[in-house]
């Protein structure tokens, strides 16, 4: 009969069934959590505390429909081990609106920007990142910057309109749908 030293050496898994005690702040509510070490974030959000708006696309961190952002970052949560996030505050879509629509949200449904849906709560949690972030300037700029959140139907160009948009009204010029009207 093998060790337990043995065991383990086969399944790493079966060296610890332990939980770690983590807390975070989910969209502005104090949580406390026990969690196993190999939990990532996402699977944290959507399976433990029924936030299904992230969604779980490649599992490998390349299409950034698991997007949120954790201390004012975009995070592919998908690659995220929720233990090293404890002590974070987590935005996600659902995080958002508070009495109505986050000016980002509005503006993708006022331009058009998901076809299917499944990477809009992606890539609209990274436009909001983005925006506050403030380094994109162009359409340019902001495509390189929401590189990482694919869109399969492809709707980037209403995508980028509806980011530019909101950039426009923060920065106090007319939206493009102002301008149009």
Same mark, same amino acid.
């Given at each position: 009969?093998?060790?337990?030293?043995?065991?383990?050496?086969?399944?790493?898994?079966?060296?610890?069934?332990?939980?770690?005690?983590?807390?975070?702040?989910?969209?502005?509510?104090?949580?406390?959590?026990?969690?196993?070490?190999?939990?990532?974030?996402?699977?944290?959000?959507?399976?433990?505390?029924?936030?299904?708006?992230?969604?779980?696309?490649?599992?490998?961190?390349?299409?950034?429909?698991?997007? !949120?952002?954790? @201390? *004012?970052? /975009? $995070?592919?949560?998908?690659?995220? =081990? %929720? !233990?090293?996030? @404890? *002590?974070? /505050? $987590?935005?996600?879509?659902?995080? =958002? %609106?508070?009495?109505?629509?986050?000016?980002?949200?509005?503006?993708?449904?006022?331009?058009?920007?998901?076809?299917?849906?499944?990477?809009?709560?992606?890539?609209?949690?990274?436009?909001?990142?983005?925006?506050?972030?403030?380094?994109?300037?162009?359409?340019?700029?902001?495509?390189?910057?929401?590189?990482?959140?694919?869109?399969?139907?492809?709707?980037?160009?209403?995508?980028?309109?509806?980011?530019?948009?909101?950039?426009?009204?923060?920065?106090?010029?007319?939206?493009?749908?102002?301008?149009?009207?």
């Amino acid at each position: 009969m093998p060790s337990d030293s043995a065991t383990a050496a086969i399944d790493p898994v079966a060296q610890t069934t332990d939980t770690v005690a983590i807390t975070l702040t989910v969209n502005g509510q104090e949580r406390r959590l026990d969690v196993a070490p190999w939990t990532s974030l996402l699977d944290l959000l959507r399976e433990e505390l029924d936030l299904t708006g992230t969604k779980k696309g490649c599992d490998h961190g390349q299409c950034g429909a698991c997007t !949120v952002i954790v @201390d *004012g970052q /975009r $995070v592919n949560s998908c690659l995220t =081990l %929720a !233990v090293v996030k @404890d *002590g974070s /505050r $987590v935005t996600t879509v659902e995080g =958002l %609106a508070e009495g109505g629509l986050h000016p980002v949200q509005a503006a993708f449904v006022e331009h058009d920007a998901f076809q299917c849906g499944y990477c809009t709560p992606g890539q609209i949690m990274s436009a909001v990142a983005l925006i506050e972030e403030g380094r994109a300037r162009t359409r340019e700029e902001i495509r390189e910057y929401m590189s990482g959140n694919i869109c399969r139907c492809g709707a980037y160009t209403n995508i980028v309109d509806a980011i530019e948009d909101v950039m426009k009204q923060r920065a106090g010029a007319p939206s493009t749908l102002e301008a149009a009207e």
